[in-house]
């Protein structure tokens, strides 16, 4: 059944209240969701996101989110998005890869007291988290789901915010289509994601610098996900489609290698024969001279994207 009032669609497999908490009254069966990724590359943040629940090493993606929405750059963006998203109390916002409920919490407390905010995602794990950290009666549902297999009624919320998760999604077109569907006319869907053909280390050692961000962009499903955002919103029926970029930098090498993995990507090349010992060794040694003086520099672009249905 679906919800009159939210247009959510409760998954009766799971039977989980928990999934729809005081949005949804009404259910109906869902659409079937895609097939699952495969649980190959579970342990690797490039690769893992896809399948969470897969993984052995759940705490990994849990401490990358929270890094991550510590840092400044984060907020900064996270806020300007919330600007772009023109929020004001009383609309129904889905927040689609919703990870452990940041933005969804501080959206929920954007449009409070009237409006509602469902956090979507395909991790049990992620949510059971992101249920633990919200209290209750916020106007916040966390429901899990599939991206391109919406639990929601055509035409039934007001904003779709969707961050970082495309990147990591087959198909992501279908996703931006289903953004589609659920939006009201007149509604807004907010897209930011990461370009990884922008990702750049400094290093003397070029070869295999190059290597190093070649291997950890594209082990992402969509690497260039960030640029073609406006070709798939225009694609999907948005128009009035803004644009904004936005670049990270990262000048300690401690803190890129948390956020990029970047000793892991290193040690998966010498395993592979990509980069010999020797030349992973004078990596390192390299990298850990320059950060120590501020010389170290990581840089990425992203791009945040608007359209109104
Ligand atoms: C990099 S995290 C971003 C989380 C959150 N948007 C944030 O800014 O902290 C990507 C999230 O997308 C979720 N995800 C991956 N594939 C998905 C899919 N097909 N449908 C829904 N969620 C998915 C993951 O479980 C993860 O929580």
Redesign the pocket.
Known sequence: MTCSGCGVVRDRERNDPATTGAVCAMMEAPAPSPAPESPMTADYLATG??Q?DASTRTADYTRC?DL??SLPYFKTYKARSDVLLDLHAGPTVLE?????G??ARRLADLVAPHGRVIG????RR?LEEARARTAPATGLAFVQ????ALPCASASVDRCRI???LQ??RQPERVIRELARVLRPGGRLLAYDNDWGTFTLSSSLREATDIIQARWANAFTNPWIGRDLPRDLLDAGFHAVLVEPSVSLIRDFALADRVYNLSETLARAVRDGAVTPATADAWRAEQALPSRTGGFLCSLTAYTVVGTK
């Not at 979507?120 to 991790?123: A, P, Q």
């Not at 789901?145 to 391109?148: L, Q, S, V």
């Open positions: 996101f896809p969470v989110l991550l929405d689609v890869g919703c990870g452990l940041h933005d979507i995602d395909s991790s992620m789901a599939d991206a391109r961050d970082r998760c990591h999604i």
